[in-house]
């Protein structure tokens, strides 16, 4: 399998089962688990692992790596899951176009 599409597999795969995790957390966010979720996709977004991609699609799974980073800032749970949905449905979309 390409290595790309793998990768947005993973991406997929890791914002899907944070969405599940958050629908039994409430509003406002624990800040454990704040912290755990800020580390992780901090991560992704300053790793530039999506290289593999043209810049273009490069620049829209990192402005919603952002998005998603803002979200969990606010602590706000529906918030961040709607993020990681976007998230999801974004990379699935630039994967299915490979």
């Known amino acids: 399998m390409d290595p790309c599409k793998s990768l947005l597999g993973a991406l997929i795969r890791f914002a899907r089962t944070h969405c599940i995790m958050l629908q039994s957390f409430t509003t406002p966010l624990d800040s454990q688990v704040e ?3 800020t ?3 901090d ?3 300053q790793r530039n692992l999506f290289s593999c991609l043209r ?3 490069q620049n829209q799974i990192n402005a919603q ?3 998603v980073l803002n979200a969990i800032n606010t602590r706000d749970v529906s918030m961040i899951i709607q993020a990681l949905n976007d998230l999801k449905t974004l990379a699935m979309q630039i994967r299915n176009s490979l």
Do not use: K
Request: net charge positive.
């Open 39 to 41: 580390n992780a996709y």
């Open 35 to 37: 912290n755990t979720l």
């Open 65 to 67: 790596l952002q998005v």
């Open 55 to 57: 810049r273009s699609q």
């Open 43 to 45: 991560y992704l977004l």
